[in-house]
T-cell receptor, first 114, second 111 residues
Framework: NAGVTQTPKFQVLKTGQSMTLQCAQD?????MSWYRQDPGMGLRLIHY???????DQGEVPNGYNVSRSTTEDFPLRLLSAAPSQTSVYFC?????????????FGEGSRLTVL | AQSVTQLGSHVSVSEGALVLLRCNYS??????LFWYVQYPNQGLQLLLK??????LVKGINGFEAEFKKSETSFHLTKPSAHMSDAAEYFC?????????FGAGTRLTVKP
C-alpha cells in the first residue's frame, strides 16, 4: 500500500541552488497536485496536472516548475531556491475531479532554504 | 473566489469532553466540503466529505459535521475526545474549478 510517495523527506538548500522534489503514486490517479504548507496559511496549491502531458498553475506557482511525463510521476522543480520557499511541500493525487474528489497525500517534504 | 475561515487556531479540550471545530466558507455555487486531519510529520487524511447527499456527514474516528447552508458553516464535532485525536484539522471548500483550505486548527487533548 504505497499510495503517494515523496522524496526526500528533508532537504536543506542554499539560496540559488536548484533541486527536484519527487512524487510518485501507484493508484493510477489522473489528477496530481503540489501544495505548500506554511504556518497559519493552510495549504496553497502550487501546480497541478489533470493527466500525463497536462499541467497548469495553481495559486502560488512562481519559482516552481512541474512536468508530467507519466501517470505515476509528478516532480516539482525549484530552479533557484529562495528563503521564501522554506516550507513543507505535499504532493496529492485524486481519482476523480481535481477539486471534488478525495485527495490522497504524501507524507511531505520539509525544505529549508538558507 | 471561494474562501474558508476556521475560527480558532488552537483548541484545547479535556479527554472525554465535546470537540467542536468551527469552519465557515464562502462559495458562489453549491460547494463540496471536506475535513482533513494531519498527525505530526504526516500528510493529510480525509475525515469526511459533504457532497449534498445529506446535511449531517459521519466520518472516521467518531467525527461528524453538519452542513448549514443558512449559516455557511460546516463545523466538525465529536462527542467525546480521546488523546489520539490530538492533531491539526483542516477544513476545505471546493467546486469544479477551485479548492481552498482553511488555515487549520490545532486540537490539544488534556488528560
Amino acid at each position: 500500500n504505497a499510495g503517494v510517495t515523496q522524496t526526500p523527506k528533508f532537504q536543506v538548500l542554499k539560496t540559488g541552488q536548484s533541486m527536484t522534489l519527487q512524487c510518485a503514486q501507484d493508484m493510477n490517479h489522473e489528477y496530481m497536485s503540489w501544495y505548500r504548507q506554511d504556518p497559519g496559511m493552510g495549504l496553497r496549491l502550487i501546480h497541478y496536472s489533470v493527466g500525463a502531458g497536462i499541467t497548469d498553475q495553481g495559486e502560488v506557482p512562481n519559482g516552481y516548475n512541474v512536468s508530467r511525463s507519466t501517470t505515476e510521476d509528478f516532480p516539482l522543480r525549484l530552479l533557484s531556491a529562495a528563503p521564501s520557499q522554506t516550507s513543507v511541500y505535499f504532493c496529492a493525487s485524486s481519482h476523480r475531479g481535481l477539486n471534488t474528489g478525495e485527495l490522497f497525500f504524501g507524507e511531505g517534504s520539509r525544505l529549508t532554504v538558507l | 473566489a471561494q474562501s474558508v475561515t476556521q475560527l480558532g487556531s488552537h483548541v484545547s479540550v479535556s479527554e472525554g469532553a465535546l470537540v467542536l471545530l468551527r469552519c465557515n466558507y464562502s462559495s458562489s455555487v453549491p460547494p463540496y466540503l471536506f475535513w482533513y486531519v494531519q498527525y505530526p510529520n504526516q500528510g493529510l487524511q480525509l475525515l469526511l466529505k459533504y457532497t449534498s447527499a445529506a446535511t449531517l456527514v459521519k466520518g472516521i474516528n467518531g467525527f461528524e459535521a453538519e452542513f448549514k447552508k443558512s449559516e455557511t458553516s460546516f463545523h466538525l464535532t465529536k462527542p467525546s475526545a480521546h488523546m489520539s485525536d490530538a492533531a491539526e484539522y483542516f477544513c476545505a471548500v471546493s467546486d469544479r474549478y477551485d479548492r481552498r483550505f482553511g488555515a487549520g486548527t490545532r486540537l490539544t487533548v488534556k488528560p
